[in-house]
């Protein structure tokens, strides 16, 4: 049995991952959310803790304090940067390139399709077709902002670490919603600000937003699908 300890940035990223799992319950880890669980022969603590690297590395240390982890894997949504990329692809980082520093990450064995790649980490969204296609010229096949954080804590620690991302949006996709003015402090993002945003422009901004929600359901799924076969 291994202790393998899953971050992401919101709950939503997860109930794919706990339809396959028994024995979910709360834990009083001092994150913004977390759930214990069994996946087949592992033992799972899941946590997230808002977007960004800080915030995700706080979810690391905080679970460190309680649970000895054997594995830690930083997993959710992310964007495309490789045009091939379609919506709900699984991608395996091979690498996690965070500003100046990259982190090697381990590949876990699945019979699942799936795509390897190098996951850019940064510090807000990638709104734009442009930004998405100077961050792939760069070597990147996905960006999300939590893993750096993951990995770095991973690293100082010695734990094997793990990368796994579902894509939500594609690589020459604009979005609508500025997500980037409606995220936080907290690393959450402001609901009522994206909804007046959005009703000021309802004709686009209004279906994206929908389109996204049900990007993200069917991307859970399918993440669930693809971890619950994972050997790590």
Known sequence: ??????????????????????????????????RSARLGTHRLVLAANGAGAQRAASAVEAAL?????????????????APELEIADVVVGSAISAGSRTFPALHPASRRPHHIGVVCSIDHVAQTAEEKRRLHSGGGSVVEMEAG???QQAATRGVPFYCVRVVTDLAGEDMANDFNRALRPDGHFGTIRILR?????PLVRMPELLRLRNR?????????????????
């Not at 709950?11 to 319950?25: N, V, Y």
């Not at 945003?197 to 422009?201: F, I, V």
């Not at 993200?216 to 790590?232: E, K, N, P, Q, Y």
Request: proline share 4%.
């Open 1 to 34: 049995m291994m202790r393998i300890l899953m971050v992401a940035a919101d709950p939503m990223e997860f109930p794919g991952i706990l339809q396959h799992a028994t024995d979910a319950k709360s834990t009083s880890l001092a994150v913004d959310w977390s």
């Open 65 to 81: 304090e309680s649970f000895p982890a054997e594995a830690i894997v930083s997993t959710g949504f992310c964007g495309a940067l």
């Open 149 to 151: 954080g993951v990995a």
């Open 197 to 201: 945003g959005a009703l000021r422009h």
């Open 216 to 232: 993200c359901a069917l991307a859970a799924r399918v993440l669930g699908d693809f971890i619950a076969d994972c050997r790590f």
